[in-house]
């Protein structure tokens, strides 16, 4: 396999195998996607008792349930009978569920409760206590947002979070109420690697201008909208801390936006002050655009879109998105909302395209042997990290930059060498005394 150690994620030196090679991917399953917290749901899809939904974990198929007491537990969904998925259904809402191979019968919890034919197929010689379905340790509820993780050492979610929350926070804290996902996910395949896309919403605001030229200049009649930022008189920032990435172009959020119908702007002028009073005007009108927690979870605080990159090996990945919004906004406002965010960010949405288009290219070039020799360059920015300026938490950048794509590989490579919990613990506390990755990487090493 590729030597991972001699990545050069601090330094943006980019070895492209990283996005090809079938034994990096299987060591992602095992060391990223079975050690990080990973987003199960949100709890607007689990309304009732007995509501579920079936999502992934990395590659593996997990049952989120909605238990008799209101709390929320996870599965996976394979039946310990013959590996059949123990559920088929995407969502809804059951008391039991029960296998469709054989008919092995499990509770909401994941525990079997019963085996067809127990007294003759087994003489009542089966300990069904010890044959439930493999339980997801650790799941937690992160103002509606479900975590979850295989993982007993990986620290408690806020801690993960870290600086991350001010970010995450300015969306779930925006509205009264916070937010709700429009019911129906989008699911789609693009054949890229999973790193494209998170990559993507962690850091890179430097495709904006160029990828989505066209549907920008077709849907704003303002230049400076038309340019997305890359006028001089829009700046913007970029955050990195613990994998995570942020960024955001500080554009005019309160004025009409086209990309929503009248509904919505009349309602969000309105809610102007009380948004203010909730997460303070300087964060309502600065953290917005795009945002990853690490690994796999994204969402784009400017077209309420919300997702999943479900990594369907080294060159797919499966997209579940959905609109969210103000869970407490009148009916007429969400529905333009979802119109909004489907238009722009879906399977056909008029940017949502031009990204994908990107990864799909960039993958089928990596195709080439010499293409996969071939360094990329991810240094944007590189030495110039800021900490705590312009009222934002933590590490960062100017929004063109590649200061979150480092942290975000950094993170990655982090776990890929099998680096423990507390060790990389250790190792966020010395890159959060020094100035930029780089250094710290150096410092580290050195000590
Ligand atoms: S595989 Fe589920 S009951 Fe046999
Ligand atoms: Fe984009």
Redesign the pocket.
């Known amino acids: 396999m590729l030597d991972i150690s001699t990545f050069d994620a601090a330094g943006g030196l980019l070895d492209p195998r990283i996005y090809t090679d079938e034994d990096v991917y299987q060591q992602e399953l095992k060391e990223v996607f079975a050690r990080s917290w990973l987003f199960l749901a949100h709890e607007s899809q689990l309304p009732k008792r007995g509501s579920f939904v079936q999502t992934y974990m990395g590659e593996d198929p997990v049952l989120v349930v909605r238990q008799r007491d209101g709390s929320v537990k996870a599965f996976l969904n394979q ?1 310990r ?4 998925r123990i559920c088929r259904a995407d969502e809804g809402t059951s008391k039991t569920f029960t ?1 469709s ?4 019968a499990y509770d909401l919890e994941g525990n079997l409760i019963n085996v067809p034919e127990e007294d003759r197929a087994y003489r009542h010689d089966i300990d069904k206590s010890k044959w439930g379905a493999l339980k997801v340790p650790r799941v937690t509820n992160y103002k509606g947002l479900i975590f979850g993780t295989w993982s007993d050492d990986v620290p408690e979610f806020e801690e993960y979070l870290g600086e991350m929350a001010f970010y995450l926070d300015a969306v779930l804290d925006r509205y009264d109420g916070g937010i709700e996902l429009v019911p129906g996910g989008m699911k789609w395949v693009i054949d890229c690697n999973w790193k494209f896309a998170a990559e993507q919403f962690a850091s890179d605001m430097y495709h904006a201008p160029i990828s989505h030229a066209s549907a920008a200049i077709a849907l704003f009649e303002d230049p400076e909208m038309q340019r997305m930022m890359s006028a001089k008189g829009a700046p913007g920032r970029q955050f990195a801390g613990n994998g995570h990435g942020s960024g955001s172009y500080w554009v005019r959020v309160f004025g009409p936006d086209p990309q929503f119908g009248p509904a919505f702007n009349a309602w969000h002028i309105a809610e102007r002050e009380a948004i203010f009073e909730r997460i303070g005007e300087e964060r309502a009108h600065k953290v917005h655009a795009h945002n990853t927690i690490f690994p796999n979870f994204s969402w784009l605080g400017l077209s309420n879109t919300l997702r999943v990159w479900h990594p369907r090996g080294a060159g797919q990945i499966e997209v579940w998105a959905w609109a969210f919004v103000p869970k407490n906004a009148p009916q007429e406002v969400k529905e333009d909302i979802a119109a909004g965010s489907q238009f722009t960010f879906s399977p056909a949405g008029v940017f949502e395209t031009d990204d994908g288009e990107n990864w799909t290219e960039v993958q089928s070039v990596l195709r080439g042997h010499m293409a996969r020799q071939n360094t990329f360059n991810a240094q944007m920015g590189l030495g110039y990290e800021e900490r705590d300026t312009h009222g934002l938490p933590g590490l960062s950048n100017d929004v063109y930059s590649e200061t979150a794509a480092r942290g975000f590989y950094q993170r990655w490579k982090d776990l890929m060498l099998g680096t423990s919990w507390s060790e990389i613990t250790k190792l966020d506390e010395a890159r959060r005394a020094a100035e930029n990755f780089g250094k710290a990487e150096k410092e580290v090493q050195s000590s």
């Open positions: 039946c009978h013959r590996g059949m296998c191979y054989h008919g092995w």
